[in-house]
């Protein structure tokens, strides 16, 4: 039987030392600020930026909420970004994804000034992570490095299979793995043979999207599992993209959905807001 990664006390942990060094800016003058933008009223997207804004209120980070109607145009959503890029109070800014069809998310994601880009999505903060000297990393690959952190088990030389290739989770991930010494191996939908891999797999991420996605037979004994799904299910109950009970039969460690590596997601938001105010102050980042 394997180990629950317990993402809500990593989280509370992480988001403690986060408001200890908010209360210390502060003394220095230094107030970090967050802007959550929302368009239109997808249900999980408001329970996301409603779970980001109690944040901030619990670690007395300063924040901002912008909720814009379905039918908000590029240009007006621009406009408030471009507002957003200069205003001293913000110094991170969150568009919250997916965006209304009529708003092409690329375009969105590139007006945001990198520097207060807490979500890391923007190119020069995507190319910044490729070659291993960032500002911020993305939030919930950030979030999984940290719980993978907390099992003691070393990425060096292991066997680490990502499952998903977004721009978001997937590929971040893997390079935050390559970058810790990992032998990375990247599976998509096109994938041949894919539990042939993932039983190869001494640390296992899967972000598909898909409920109960990897079995337990697609497991090695004694893998570290790590279920980045949140998938809602037809009666309200989140789900995974891992069969937890029978992957946790084989795996050592393994992230519970709820309370694995969505509370950690929000955590490291927080963490990089402070980043963005540090620099935004000519500090370093550490
Ligand atoms: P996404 O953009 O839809 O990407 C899904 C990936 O899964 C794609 O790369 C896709 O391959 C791959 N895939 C789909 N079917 C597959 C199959 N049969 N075999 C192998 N790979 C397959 O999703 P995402 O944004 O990365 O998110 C993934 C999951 O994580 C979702 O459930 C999302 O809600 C969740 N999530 C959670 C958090 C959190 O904080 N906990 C944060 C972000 C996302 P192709 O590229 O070939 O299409």
């Not at 804004?53 to 471009?82: D, H, M, N, R």
């Not at 939030?139 to 999984?144: F, K, L, R, V």
């Not at 109960?212 to 299910?233: H, P, Q």
Request: glycine share 10%.
């Amino acid at each position: 039987m394997s180990k629950i990664i317990d993402g809500k006390q990593i989280s509370a942990q992480v988001k403690q030392a986060v408001a200890e060094e908010v209360a210390q800016l502060k003394t220095e003058g230094i107030h970090p600020g967050l802007a959550v933008v929302l368009v239109g009223d997808n249900p999980a997207s408001k329970v996301y930026v409603g779970s980001k804004e109690k944040a901030c209120e619990q670690l007395g980070i300063y924040s901002e909420k912008y909720l814009l109607p379905g039918e908000t145009t590029e240009e007006e959503l621009l406009e408030l970004v471009e507002k957003l890029n200069h205003k001293p109070e913000i110094n991170g800014i969150l568009v919250q994804l997916p965006l209304p069809e009529q708003i092409n998310e690329e375009t969105i994601i590139n007006a945001i000034d990198p520097i207060k880009d807490v979500d890391a999505f923007h190119p020069n903060n995507v190319g910044k992570i490729m070659i291993g000297d960032f500002d911020f990393l993305p939030c919930t690959p950030a979030g999984i490095m940290d719980l993978i952190a907390s099992t003691g088990v070393s990425i060096e030389g292991k066997n680490c299979v990502v499952i998903g290739r977004s721009n978001i989770v997937g590929k971040p991930m893997s390079m935050l793995l390559l970058h810790k010494n990992g032998t990375v191996t990247i599976c998509h939908s096109r994938t041949q043979n894919l539990a042939e891999i993932t039983r190869k797999a001494d640390i296992l991420v899967a972000a598909v999207g898909r409920p109960n996605f990897v079995t337990g037979d697609m497991v090695k004994e004694g893998a570290v599992v790590i279920d980045v799904g949140m998938n809602r299910l037809e009666n309200g109950k989140l789900c995974g993209d891992v069969n937890f009970a029978e992957a946790s039969e084989r795996a050592s460690y393994i992230t519970p959905v709820p309370g694995g590596v969505g509370p950690m997601t929000i955590a490291t938001l927080m963490r990089n807001t402070v980043t963005a105010a540090k620099l935004q102050a000519g500090r370093s980042k550490e």
